[in-house]
């Protein structure tokens, strides 16, 4: 098959892509509005990127008629927000606060999550998840104007929160143990389990061996 993406709709294009750009991770983010009021969602259009500073970035959709998400409002009230890792036991109540919520409506109530204290940033942190990274916005970039346009949020991560029992011996976060859980296509999800993993060494190629980008 060929597709050429001028020829579809926007739906056509997102269900054509979403089942090849494949696992994708969960930014739960958190933010305030500035009159306060909390809010969470997810967010699969997410990545991290350059290691200095730190950075991450995530996509935020319009609604059918233009408007902004709550999220992207919040953020960009306050320059801040936190990414919550989703863990498969978050799975079904992440998704339940992925409904078009009116706003102001404070998701962590309705979906039943726990706000914990951020250390640099307003917006809380959600307790269940193992994993917080709180945010400051670098940039936010929309791509396109009107229905379905994204906007990029391209943010610095200030501080991360790691509990202490998803730590492997080595003294970092031990995937399997975290047991993330990740978007596919249609209405399907998928987690990463120690059954589910492999290694692989980098080649060096004259380079200094270990960790390099990617
Ligand atoms: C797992 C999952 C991933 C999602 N990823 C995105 C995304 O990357 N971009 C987006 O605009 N909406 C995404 N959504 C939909 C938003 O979460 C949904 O529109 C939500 O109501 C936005 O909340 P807000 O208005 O409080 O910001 C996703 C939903 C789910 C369940």
Known sequence: MLARLCDLSPQERHSL?????????????????????SN???????????????????CPVAD??????????????TGEFVINIVTRAMA?????????YPH????????????APSLAVKPPRVAESP????????QII????????????????????????????DGLPDTAKLDPAARLGRTEWSHVTADSMFSLERPTMGRPSGQTPG
């Not at 079904?92 to 078009?100: G, L």
């Not at 994993?131 to 670098?138: G, I, Q, T």
């Not at 379905?148 to 509990?163: F, N, P, R, S, Y």
Request: aromatic share 10%.
């Open 17 to 37: 892509l979403t089942p090849l750009i494949t696992p994708r991770p969960i930014a739960f983010v958190s933010t305030v509005g500035s009159k306060g009021s």
């Open 40 to 58: 969470v969602a997810p967010f699969s259009f997410f990545a991290m990127g350059g290691q200095s500073p730190q950075s991450v970035a995530f």
């Open 64 to 77: 059918r008629n233009g408007n902004a998400k709550d999220t992207l409002r919040n953020i960009k009230e």
């Open 92 to 100: 079904e109540r992440v998704n339940q606060a992925s409904a078009p």
């Open 104 to 115: 102001g409506v404070d998701e962590f109530d309705i979906v039943g999550f726990t706000k």
């Open 131 to 138: 994993a917080n990274l709180e945010c400051r916005v670098f």
């Open 142 to 169: 929309p791509h396109g104007a009107g229905p379905l346009h994204g906007t990029w949020v391209i943010g610095e991560v200030l501080v991360a929160h790691i509990d202490d029992a998803y730590l492997a011996a």
